[in-house]
């Protein structure tokens, strides 16, 4: 597994979220359609308004939308076995400390300094680093 593997872990979380309220709001789309309209009062004084409108989703559209959702439910599938893949390797690390490093850094995001202030212990961040950088080489 290389670093760069790793960094795409908090990505992919953030990804399969924004994937996930995609197709929340393709179904809903897909269910009705709605739009903005322009008019004015129907007596003086002749004020422009807007109106908002909602109506039945047309077949044609219903069938784009469900090729979309279909696209995105499959990019979604793939992340999540993706992020699984990675999860399951930083399960197999054996040493406790280089677990929770992996962990702060790549799943949780956080930076050298905030890594080595969570571990405690006297350790920096230039420590933590090395430590991480060692194993992931190393293996």
């Known amino acids: 597994m290389?670093?760069?593997e790793l960094s795409q872990l908090r990505h992919l979380g953030k990804e399969i979220e924004l994937l996930k309220q995609q197709i929340a709001n393709i179904e809903y789309e897909a269910?009705?359609?709605h739009d903005i309209v322009?008019?004015?009062?129907?007596s003086w004084p002749y004020e422009a308004?807007?109106?908002?409108?909602?109506g039945i989703a047309m077949p044609e559209y219903d069938k784009r939308l469900g090729r979309l959702k279909n696209k995105l439910q499959r990019?979604?599938?793939?992340?999540?076995?993706?992020r699984e893949e990675l999860?399951?390797?930083v399960?197999?690390?054996p040493d406790s400390l280089i677990r929770q490093i992996i962990t702060l850094r790549y799943i949780n995001g956080l930076s050298?300094?905030?890594?080595?202030?969570h571990i405690g212990g006297g350790n920096t961040a230039d420590g933590v680093r090395k430590l991480c950088n060692r194993y992931i080489k190393k293996n």
């Open 38 to 42: 322009k008019g004015s009062n129907t």
């Open 91 to 93: 399960d197999t690390v």
């Open 87 to 89: 999860e399951e390797y």
């Open 2 to 4: 290389t670093r760069k």
């Open 75 to 82: 990019r979604l599938e793939e992340l999540m076995e993706k």
């Open 31 to 33: 269910s009705m359609t």
């Open 112 to 117: 050298w300094q905030q890594v080595a202030q």
């Open 49 to 54: 308004k807007t109106f908002h409108v909602e």
